[in-house]
Antibody, heavy 119, light 113 residues
Framework: QVQLQQSGAELAKPGSSVKISCKAS????????ISWIKQTTGQGLEYIGY????????NYNEKFKGKATLTVDKSSSTAFMQLSSLTPDDSAVYYC????????????WGQGTLVTVSS | DVVLTQTPPTLSATIGQSVSISCRSS???????????LNWLLQRPGQPPQLLIY???RLESGVPNRFSGSGSGTDFTLKISGVEAEDLGVYYC??????????FGGGTKLELK
């Protein structure tokens, strides 16, 4: 079955970067896009961007341009999101999600990665 | 960007009660191809969201038929006919018609009365 396994919680200092991973299994990795979503108590769910796992092409929400960088390693069926110049506002749970076709966007979700930014 | 407004933000229900959640869009979600890409997600406590309903009214595989979705254009409703304990959590609507970016409603928390 489709599984998306995310890396563990991160504690980072302001101004630093973190790189979260999302390892896919149970399907052909390059056949589906991987999206990233931010969840905070105050802002709810926010779309960050997606990556075409086959071509490496990306789309970013304007709000996250310069903040998030999406990459993939096809050899390990893993998608990555790097968050840079961290501030306390970046503290959140970050999810990766896979589509199931355009009508089923966000059909499968990783378990989430908690990022805490604190000095 | 499309703004989705969900009401109410919190819903208190007893087991067996029927409830409805509204999702209103700032723009029509009817796509030029004739589909309306409005989905509903449920996030149970401590879990990631899961897809419940897609294309307004179609139940995802494995979702109980006490869930139903309806609506068109800018107004959509999720109904639960007989709440069960496992239904508690936060419900989100999400649109794909005018994506990217995908946008989510603010969520409706369903809790026990």
């Amino acid at each position: 079955q489709v599984q998306l396994q995310q890396s563990g919680a991160e504690l980072a200092k302001p101004g630093s970067s973190v790189k979260i991973s999302c390892k896919a299994s149970g399907y052909t990795f390059t056949s589906y896009y991987i999206s990233w979503i931010k969840q905070t108590t105050g802002q709810g769910l926010e779309y960050i961007g997606y990556i075409n796992t086959g071509s490496g092409g990306t789309n970013y929400n304007e709000k996250f341009k310069g903040k998030a960088t999406l990459t993939v390693d096809k050899s390990s069926s893993t998608a990555f999101m790097q968050l840079s110049s961290l501030t306390p506002d970046d503290s959140a749970v970050y999810y990766c999600a896979r589509d199931g076709g355009y009508s089923h966007w966000f059909a499968y979700w990783g378990q989430g990665t908690l990022v805490t930014v604190s000095s | 960007d499309v703004v989705l407004t969900q009401t109410p933000p919190t819903l208190s229900a007893t087991i067996g009660q029927s409830v409805s959640i509204s999702c209103r869009s700032s723009q029509s979600l009817l796509h030029s191809n004739g589909n309306t890409y409005l989905n509903w997600l449920l996030q149970r406590p401590g879990q990631p969201p899961q897809l419940l309903i897609y294309l307004v009214s179609r139940l995802e595989s494995g979702v109980p038929n006490r869930f139903s979705g309806s609506g068109s254009g800018t107004d959509f409703t999720l109904k639960i006919s007989g709440v069960e304990a496992e239904d508690l959590g936060v419900y989100y609507c999400v649109q794909s018609t005018h994506a990217p970016p995908w946008t989510f409603g603010g969520g409706t928390k369903l809790e026990l009365k």
